[in-house]
């Protein structure tokens, strides 16, 4: 899979942008505030729907304007597919696939695929939970996007039963209505519970290997993804609100625990519920559910965050999107997924475009070689920089010059 055209109208600092890309590696050049990023975030919004630098739409359409239009050509497999997005603040957004509208925007989904690492991805290290739930999401639904309905359900039902308990509190009663909404909670809840666990357990090899192959771990530079997952410091675990599930061993090592099913989910988290009812009450908010959990990073047994240096959560901040890219391109990497697994992964042709925005000019000279020897052989790669001398020699291909909302191919 590759983006062959990307075209933008009112687009945050673009009036009008014709962006023609190819296979292989292309890297956009422009000074800091040219816009060179507002190019890559535009082609994630399109495989996503959704920015990696702002929570809202409403920053993605240029001032004056009142809409954005995103029209990103997908080739895969010598198969041509036009995705079209308009983003309208304030309004539900529209989007076509092939010039047909769709009835939802989310139906677009899987149409691309993108694996976008930018600084921002430093908090998946440093940062709060809700950062890492939503990189779990996201891969999910790349993986499976009929997983972006049932996100979307839980999300709905979350909502709805917090309104429920703040009336609760405000009348200092349980209403029974509150039984209805549990029962839902927990059957959209084990939904997506049960696809996270499995998607921890298939990722977190292809995550151990790239963090040792980026930072050099033992013998794993330049080795394909996955080869020394076994000796690498890097490890993920699941942290479930749900005490049940809350010790289970996701990644393990040795013997693995096998994992729980949807309906085993789903009664662990009922039994939860009750457990919290009173809390839940006096609080006015649900306090069990995939929305309180946590994607756990440790290197050498110790909490990423607040002990990895600098330049392990960079290295690790990267494990984490390399690893995702890993499994979306469908590396062999602790064999075929289990039968019960909802991700068993992408056909060839939906590889993913692998997107480093502004990555190579934070990492030393070491970790930008070996991390230009693991993406050297992607089908397409997107980079941008300030200046050439960031990117490696290893990486050389088309060039793109952007300055004062122009975009240029050199020569």
Known sequence: MHVTHLSLTDFRSYARAEV???PGTTTIVGRNGQGKTNLVEALGYAATLGSHRVATDAPLVRTGAERAVVRAAVDRAGRSTLVELEIVPGRANRAR???APVARPRDVLGSLRTVLFAPEDLAL?????????RYLDEVLVALAPRLAGVRADYERVLRQRNTLLRTARAQRVAPAALEVWDEHLAAAGAQLLFSRLHLVRRVAPH????????SGHGDAAGEEPGADAAGSPARLGYRCSVPEVDDLDVVGAGEVPELPGRAELAEALLRALAAQRRAEVERGTSLVGPHRDDLVLTLDGLPARGYASHGESWSFALALRLGSYALLRGAP????????????????????????DDVFAELDAG???RLAALVAGAEQVLITAAVDDDVPAGLEGDRLRVADGEVARDG
């Open 125 to 133: 290290v440093k940062g709060e939970p809700d950062g890492r739930r």
């Open 20 to 22: 023609p890309l190819g």
């Open 97 to 99: 696939v092939n010039r």
């Open 333 to 356: 990497v602790g064999g075929p997924a289990g039968a019960g697994d909802p991700a068993s992964g992408p056909s060839p042709e939906d590889e993913p475009v692998l997107v480093l």
């Open 207 to 214: 995550v151990a290997a790239a963090y040792a192959a980026v």
């Open 367 to 369: 970790r930008r070689r």
